[in-house]
Nanobody, 124 residues
Framework: QVQLTVSGGGLVQAGGSLRLSCAAS????????IGWFRQAPGKERDFVAA????????FYSPSVRGRFTIARDNTGSTVYIQMNALKPEDTGVYSC?????????????????WGRGTQVTVSS
C-alpha cells in the first residue's frame, strides 16, 4: 500500500511560480514511477510530468517542457514539481500518482495509487 500526500498550490499571477510536493509513504520501491497530472474544469485529466524512482529518468508534457521541473529530495520520499512561467491555461487540480516502472508514464491508467489533488489557479 502506498500513501501520497500532495501540498502546495494556490493562486498566482501569470508569469509567476509555484512548487508542489508529493510525499510518499508506505511500500515505495525503487521500481516505481511518480507522475503529476492536472485536470482543468470541464476537461479530462492530462499528463504533466513523471519521474522514474529508480534511475531518475524524467518525462514532460510538451505544454510544460522548459517551464516545469520534476525532482526528488535526497531522502527519496518526496517528489516536487517546480512550475515557472505559469500561464492561465496551467490552471487546474494537480494530483500525483504512482505506477509500476514498466508502465507508460504518460498514461493515467498506468497509475495505481493517487494522492488528493491541489488547486492551482493562474490569473491573467
Amino acid at each position: 500500500q502506498v500513501q501520497l500526500t500532495v501540498s502546495g498550490g494556490g493562486l498566482v499571477q501569470a508569469g509567476g511560480s509555484l512548487r508542489l510536493s508529493c510525499a510518499a509513504s508506505g511500500r515505495i520501491l525503487s521500481y516505481y514511477t511518480i507522475g503529476w497530472f492536472r485536470q482543468a474544469p470541464g476537461k479530462e485529466r492530462d499528463f504533466v510530468a513523471a519521474m522514474k524512482w529508480g534511475n531518475g529518468d524524467t518525462f514532460y508534457s510538451p505544454s510544460v517542457r522548459g517551464r516545469f521541473t520534476i525532482a526528488r529530495d535526497n531522502t527519496g520520499s518526496t517528489v516536487y514539481i517546480q512550475m515557472n512561467a505559469l500561464k492561465p491555461e496551467d490552471t487546474g487540480v494537480y494530483s500525483c500518482a504512482v505506477a509500476e516502472e514498466d508502465k507508460r508514464p504518460q498514461v493515467q491508467y498506468s497509475y495505481e495509487y493517487w494522492g488528493r489533488g491541489t488547486q492551482v489557479t493562474v490569473s491573467s
